[in-house]
């Protein structure tokens, strides 16, 4: 399983702009092989922005990889330049491999 | 939803002994009230370390901030000094509300 963030420092006053650009998008994630979820999170607050990130989970790096070679990610990213005044510098990518899991419920 | 993550900065030559103290330790997360699933994580590559990151999903933050306040917590807790030298500096804790979720196979 793989996890794919990427971390946006919102401007504190427009967090409700970034939180409709994200919420109100047509997504076509759901039909992307090896897509699992998708979750918008808003995290700490700091002086100038408010930090959120996008975190999709996916069946493995290369299900992810495949997709940002894919239309269907150029499509979703076409109109990304036009919300850059929403947050501060450039979003920052991170993606992570999992290495265990431990579930509620399980023994 | 509440996402609470932890970062830390491993030293290169010590992955192997930061993964074993992880995926060998005795959890007791599976029988805390609100708690869902925990994934261990492996991040990108730094020159000087390698970003790890322990993410646990809560069924909210007030249900984390208890476990925090618990026995159970003081118990997980109580050696984390000892393994110090494994990463640089301090971990470093990021909580996230989940504001949005789309997953594989809904309409």
Redesign the interface.
Known sequence: ?F?AMNRFKVIPRLQGDF?RV??TRD?H??EVPG??????????EQEDHV?Y?S?TIWRSRADFESWTRSEAFRQAHRDAGQNRPLYLGHPEF??????????????
Chains 1, 2 share one sequence.
Do not use: C, D, K
Request: proline share 3%.
């Open positions: 399983m996890i939180e994200w919420t997504t994630l759901r897509f699992i979820e998708f979750h918008l999170l808003r995290g700490p930090l990130s975190h991170e993606g992570f491999e999992v290495l265990q899991t431990v579930a509620a419920g399980e023994q």
